[in-house]
């Protein structure tokens, strides 16, 4: 999330009670979590595993819970108790929770051509292009943007929380959640079937890229980013903060693991299971997936293994 304007690191330390290490008059950007923090921008860091990858990331201010750290040149560290509940203090700040008072929210901008059917929800600060359709119950939630020539059919969500905790088991409530103050972008020709949810960014967006094609009952989840003319079957589900590159085909049913990349015309059989990254113009199948061919083979050989099975033992035995 960008600041709407930047604001001091000494500000920022005012409002959350830390103390600033560095030069409190530089500026801060906007907050972010690792996988998408840029430079100007904030970043906490609660645990000592995750220590160096924050201090060495992309971020320019740090709000940690220790000054026990090599701080690289040109950081500015905000020292405070509770980073995590520092980043909720900002985002409330920034970002505050408002309830809706109408289906359409006055702040949205709907772009001409485009059809809004019954019973649709239109949140804060929407952005909606020109001649899109928007089927019953289709819920944008606030801060999404959608491009033009969109169709969204009946009872999709974009721009749901993100699915993201964090897990301390020393307190009462082990999962406290980390607000979402990211968005949803949707670009240009893009088809969203029945019953899909799109989960906002935590902190920056969540994107679909041009021409891709979604059908009923899909899962995206925050941070991803989806690229051009993408195909995605029924029941797709697709874990935070992947890339799927330009072209992939995934059919029915595939399940996709956090953090990786699908490359650039992938082909994904149904049922699926992707674990780990996948080198782009390649087909696949299995979980976890290999190679399509090198699955089917396998498959031909475990149908046979009844047959080889009494030919070493005899006739008469079986299995």
Known sequence: ?????????????????????????????????????????????????????????????????????????????????????????????????????????DTAAIGEGTIVMPNVFIGKDVKIGNNCIIHPNVSIMDYSVIGNNVVIQAGTVIG???????????????????????????????????????????????????????????????????????????????AGAVVIEDGVVLWGQVGVNKTLTVGSNAVVYAQSGIASTLEGGKTYFGSPVVHAKEKMKELVWIKRIPELWRKVMGADDDL
């Open 160 to 238: 749901s929380d993100a699915f993201y905790y964090n897990t301390k088991k020393n307190r009462d409530a082990w999962y406290r959640r980390m607000k979402s103050c990211g968005d949803v972008i949707i670009e240009d020709d893009v088809e969203i079937g029945a019953g899909c949810t799109i989960d906002r960014g935590v902190t920056a967006s969540t994107v679909i890229g041009k021409g891709t094609k979604i059908d009923n009952q899909v899962h995206i989840g925050h941070d991803t980013s989806v690229g051009k003319n993408c195909l995605f079957a029924a029941q797709v589900g697709i």
């Open 1 to 105: 999330m960008k600041f709407p304007q930047p604001v001091s690191v000494n500000w920022v330390a005012a409002l959350i009670n830390a103390k600033v290490t560095g030069d409190g008059e530089k500026e801060a950007l906007g907050i972010n979590e690792i996988h998408k923090v840029e430079q100007g921008d904030l970043c906490f860091v609660d645990h000592p595993k995750y220590y160096d990858a924050c201090l060495n990331s992309s971020a320019t201010h740090i709000i940690i819970n220790t000054t026990e750290v090599i701080v690289p040149d040109g950081k500015t560290l905000l020292v405070t108790a509770d980073p995590f509940e520092a980043y909720l203090t900002i985002v409330d700040h920034f970002r505050p929770f408002t309830a809706a008072t109408k289906p359409v929210s």
